[in-house]
């Protein structure tokens, strides 16, 4: 079809006939000064905190300083289209991002744009990034559990919907990966994921979205990007983007877990923000209020109570700690604001522990509460052994002259701290963690040498997954009942037979 | 951003030293000085520039204010301004004074920007409409740029009144290419 250029005109010319044409009036304010992703605005008398200001060039900020004289904004985008003298202009919003499930299987930014070149994200809900977080009488005691998949976590660090849990340690202990895993595990689980990377490389994110991708997580996930080449008032916006990102899902009644990778980087590009707009610096030149900074955001995950429709978000912090130091500053607020912590040690991991998580300094302060019964059943005396292994193991290094029963707690501890070790991107379901685990207690893979527990270990998963399909699914409904544990007994001798 | 507030507080201090009949008159040296300055930004830095002696500067400083109804007072602020080296906020002292004063007055200054020259009539209608809007009686200073196509935009200090067919013509494209997601 062609259309002539009198037709467009004439048909352009009906529409602007029937145009309305309106006259906008705005409050504004001069740039007095700009740089650094910071711009002072002189003048806007009314304007709130939070609030969005519109910059020429469709340039976007946010008012953060509200000043006697002035107005600090930070500004999301290029800093270099504002100049001294521009018109701001006040929009009287508060900052918003898209959320709903067209975000899901998205890699998009602090804004909520899309990252991934798979076009515009057409959501029709927006929701402000910084909203309160609920009272008391909206929320209720996290009960249902949220398996991580990881033998090590769920068995002796339970982790119950709509709980706050930090993962802490070093740089390279594997804190992104059990992050990863666990987004893995709520595969069938109706769990929505949101991973957050402040402050990243984007090699190191790309990798992450592939093995999402991979293994068919994207279609549950949403991933927001602010990475290390974006400007920190990006990086610091981030986490409460996904944060209003996961409340959607949440207030629909739904389950979402999000993970902020991580918060050291945020507190860093807070402090950067904060002295640019000459905030007075505290310890380590951090601000004030930069325990309000993590304690707002994670108060956000919660458990709502059941007339909100029982909804949670539940929330995994990462932290990276130099030297294992627990008592810096950063570390220490966020250990107190959370509900339990996994440590994770450089020393573990080297030693070929991995997930190299410190049981000793890992608690978690609710999960109990929501633990699945059968495996309940079991950590108890996985727990005690594994205590008085780490006891004894430091005591054996000197003296040879061991009693018998000493030495029978070194031989379980070894293989106990065996089974817990467990490979990247395999996570397990409950039954077979339950499974292994008391295999383990019950003294079956004594016998057996180190180096030969995983491959117990595999033979006895193949076993399940092949023969004892339903009695796996039975085993968890409930506590171990004598008959079962009987009938796990059988099928550990049967696999061992095979050794 | 620091000399807006300096200069804040020297014109303070000059109008509340004022009474009514003077401060007309200090209105009109303001816009004298104003005008003569706006272009004159190299010789207000010469000014206040240690490459010169202090004494040849004030001198220059003093002829200045030579032609002005209040030579006293502005002989006076000028000098201090040259002792403290702050002769460069001459032109924020001014324009804050300009804005006191009208405030005073029940006035406002209004930067109109329209796209061709218009006849009287629809001036006067535009101004009676502002007028409206702001609660003050308005001086308009009018500026073209064709740019904006047609209608017109108001700036004040703090408000930003556009009413043009560009910025209607973006909105109505921002709706459409919504709808069109
Ligand atoms: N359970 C595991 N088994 C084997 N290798 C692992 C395991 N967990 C992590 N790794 C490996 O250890 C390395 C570091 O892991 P990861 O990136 O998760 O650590 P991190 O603490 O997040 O590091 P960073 O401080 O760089 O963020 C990776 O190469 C990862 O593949
Ligand atoms: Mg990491």
């Known amino acids: 079809m062609k259309i002539q250029p009198d037709e467009i005109s004439s048909i352009l010319r009906n529409k602007i006939k029937g145009l309305k044409f309106d006259i906008d009036i705005s409050e504004t304010g001069k740039v007095v000064q700009v740089g650094d992703g910071i711009a002072r605005i002189y003048g806007m008398d009314n304007v709130m ?9 469709d340039v976007m900020g946010m008012a953060l300083n509200l000043e006697e004289d002035n107005v600090g904004c930070i500004i999301f985008g290029e800093t270099r289209k504002i100049k001294e003298g521009d018109i701001a202009k006040r929009t009287k919003k508060i900052l918003q991002v898209p959320v709903g499930e067209e975000m899901l299987g998205r890699v998009v930014n602090a804004l909520g744009e899309p990252l991934d070149g798979k076009g515009q994200i057409k959501a029709e809900t927006y929701h402000p990034v910084e909203r309160k977080a609920l009272g008391v009488v909206q929320r209720q005691p996290v009960k249902e559990p949220l398996q991580t998949g990881l033998k090590a976590i769920d068995s002796m660090i339970p982790i119950g919907r709509g709980q706050r849990e930090l993962i802490i340690g070093d740089r390279q202990t594997g804190k992104t990966a059990i992050a990863i895993d666990t987004i893995l595990n709520q595969k069938d689980a109706d769990v929505v994921c949101i991973y957050v990377a402040i402050g990243q490389k984007k090699s190191s994110v790309a990798k992450i979205v592939n093995i999402l991708n991979a293994k068919g997580a994207m279609k549950y996930t949403i991933v927001v990007v602010a990475s290390a080449a974006e400007s920190a008032s990006l990086q610091y916006l981030s986490p409460y983007s996904g944060c209003t990102m996961g409340e959607f899902f949440r207030d629909k009644g739904k389950h979402a877990l999000i993970i902020y990778d991580d918060l050291s980087k945020h507190a860093v590009s807070y402090r950067e923000l904060s002295l640019l707009l000459r905030r007075p610096p505290g310890r380590e030149a951090y601000p004030g209020d930069v325990f309000y900074l993590h304690s707002r955001l994670l108060e956000r995950a919660s458990k709502l109570n059941d007339e909100l429709g029982s909804g949670s978000l539940t929330a995994l912090p990462i932290i990276e700690t130099q030297a294992d130091d627990l008592t810096a500053y950063i570390p220490t607020n966020v250990i107190s604001i959370t509900d339990g912590q996994i440590f994770l040690n450089s020393r573990l991991f080297y030693s070929g522990i991995r997930p190299a998580i410190n049981a000793g300094l890992s608690v978690s302060r609710v999960g109990g509460n929501a633990q699945i019964k059968s495996m309940k059943s079991v950590t108890g005396q996985l727990r005690v052994a594994l205590a008085q292994y ?9 003296g040879s002259d061991l009693d018998k029963a000493t030495q029978a707690q070194l031989t379980r501890g070894r293989r106990l701290v065996e089974i817990l070790k467990q490979a990247q991107y395999s996570p397990l379901s409950v039954a077979k963690q339950t499974f292994i685990i008391f295999m383990a207690n019950e003294g079956y893979l004594d016998e057996i040498e180190v180096e030969n527990v995983k491959k117990v270990e595999e033979e006895l998963y193949s076993t399940l997954d092949s023969e004892y399909k339903e009695f796996m699914e039975s085993m968890v409904k409930d506590k171990l009942s004598e008959e079962t544990k009987e009938a796990m007994r059988k099928i550990c001798k049967k696999v061992l037979s095979k050794f | ?32 000085m104003s005008n003569s300055l706006k272009t004159e930004q190299e010789l207000v830095n010469a000014v206040n520039s240690y490459l010169f002696p202090l004494k040849k500067r004030l001198k220059i400083a003093m002829e200045m204010t030579q032609n002005l109804k209040y030579t006293r007072l502005w002989e006076n602020l000028f000098s201090i301004l040259l002792k403290k080296h702050r002769f460069n906020i001459i032109t924020d002292i001014l324009l804050d004074l ?44 009018i500026k073209i740029d064709p740019e904006i196509l047609g209608g017109f935009v108001a700036t004040t200090d703090s408000l930003l009144i556009d009413g043009s067919i560009k910025n209607n013509l973006v909105k109505l494209i921002k709706v459409k290419l919504k709808k069109m997601k």
């Not at chain 1, 905190?49 to 060039?57: C, S, T």
């Not at chain 2, 930067?111 to 409409?129: M, R």
């Open chain 2, 1 to 32: 951003m620091k000399n807006i507030l300096v200069a804040q507080r020297y014109s303070q201090a000059i109008i509340s030293g004022l009474d009514t009949k003077e401060i007309n008159f200090v209105l009109a040296d303001v816009e004298i």
């Open chain 1, 390 to 398: 780490a006891e004894l193991e430091a005591f054996a290094k000197f």
């Open chain 1, 49 to 57: 905190a939070g609030e969005m200001i519109d910059f020429p060039g």
């Open chain 2, 98 to 141: 300009e804005n006191e004063i009208f405030e005073k007055k029940n006035l406002i200054k209004v930067g109109l920007t329209i796209a061709h020259e218009l006849p009287k009539n629809v001036l006067d209608s535009i101004s009676t409409q502002l007028t409206d809007i702001l609660e003050k009686d308005i001086i308009l200073e």
